[in-house]
């Protein structure tokens, strides 16, 4: 069990994915909320069934998996459903990462808290990845062939870098190459150690 935990969080195309593959290099174990809110809803697992009793069949579709964009879409209009949601989902979330974690060998691992702001009770310390907007927008244009203005109101229904940079304890400025990011890596790499011994 790694018994030291960073957090990583970052807006879209900040290069958190980038970023977590080099110290997933260096041999550390990456949880990932977004993937663990995935699975929880597979097929078979308890809490689908929950979310299907509350909003119905409707939100499956024809495969029987959760329609996703659907299920975001009705809970965005509205509060009292999304809470429900959240009710259903929260803790499963959590049990799962606490379980990767729980799982992962080595000094430390490490935790992707994509969507929100990334506070959580499972975390020692929060890793920032942050890049200029022009270079997110530039680099998730490439990677996704999603339009600029698609992009742009992504960025807007996030937390800003501003409000992420204010709960950071270490920051990856993403704007050079990859080069620099292994740099970067290499660096937090030794001072995590430090910490996780310490
Ligand atoms: P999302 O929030 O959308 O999942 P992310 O924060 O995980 O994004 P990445 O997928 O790591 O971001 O990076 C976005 C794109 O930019 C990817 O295609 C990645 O290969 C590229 N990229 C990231 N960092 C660099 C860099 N320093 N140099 C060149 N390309 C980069």
Same mark, same amino acid.
């Given at each position: 069990?790694?018994?030291?935990?960073?957090?990583?969080?970052?807006?879209?195309?900040?290069?958190?994915?980038?970023?977590?593959?080099? @110290?997933? $290099?260096?041999?550390?174990?990456? %949880?990932?909320?977004?993937?663990?809110? *995935?699975? =929880?809803?597979?097929?078979? !697992?308890?809490?689908?069934?929950?979310?299907?009793?509350?909003?119905?069949?409707?939100?499956?579709?024809?495969?029987?998996?959760?329609?996703?964009?659907?299920?975001?879409?009705?809970? @965005?209009? $509205?509060?009292?459903?999304?809470? %429900?949601?959240?009710?259903?989902?929260? *803790?499963? =979330?959590?049990?799962?990462? !606490?379980?990767?974690?729980?799982?992962?060998?080595?000094?430390?691992?490490?935790?992707?808290?994509?969507?929100?702001?990334?506070?959580?009770?499972?975390?020692?310390?929060?890793?920032?990845?942050?890049?200029?907007?022009?270079?997110?927008?530039?680099?998730?244009?490439?990677?996704?062939g999603s339009s600029e203005a698609l992009i742009r109101q992504i960025i807007n229904s996030q937390p800003s870098s501003e409000e992420r940079l204010a709960?950071?304890?270490?920051?990856?400025?993403?704007?050079?190459?990859?080069?620099?990011?292994?740099?970067?890596?290499?660096?937090?790499?030794a001072r995590y150690l430090e910490l996780a011994r310490a």
């Amino acid at each position: 069990m790694a018994g030291y935990v960073v957090g990583v969080t970052g807006g879209i195309g900040s290069g958190k994915t980038t970023v977590t593959d080099c @110290f997933a $290099d260096l041999g550390i174990v990456i %949880a990932d909320a977004d993937e663990a809110s *995935r699975k =929880i809803v597979e097929p078979g !697992q308890p809490v689908l069934d929950a979310i299907t009793e509350y909003f119905s069949k409707d939100i499956l579709d024809e495969t029987g998996r959760l329609n996703r964009k659907k299920l975001r879409e009705i809970v @965005f209009n $509205d509060v009292s459903k999304r809470k %429900a949601l959240e009710g259903f989902t929260h *803790r499963p =979330i959590m049990d799962e990462l !606490q379980r990767q974690l729980h799982e992962a060998r080595g000094e430390y691992a490490m935790l992707v808290l994509s969507a929100g702001l990334g506070t959580s009770p499972l975390i020692d310390r929060m890793l920032v990845v942050d890049a200029e907007e022009p270079i997110r927008i530039q680099r998730v244009m490439i990677r996704d062939g999603s339009s600029e203005a698609l992009i742009r109101q992504i960025i807007n229904s996030q937390p800003s870098s501003e409000e992420r940079l204010a709960i950071a304890d270490d920051v990856v400025e993403n704007n050079s190459d990859i080069d620099q990011v292994r740099a970067d890596v290499s660096r937090l790499h030794a001072r995590y150690l430090e910490l996780a011994r310490a």
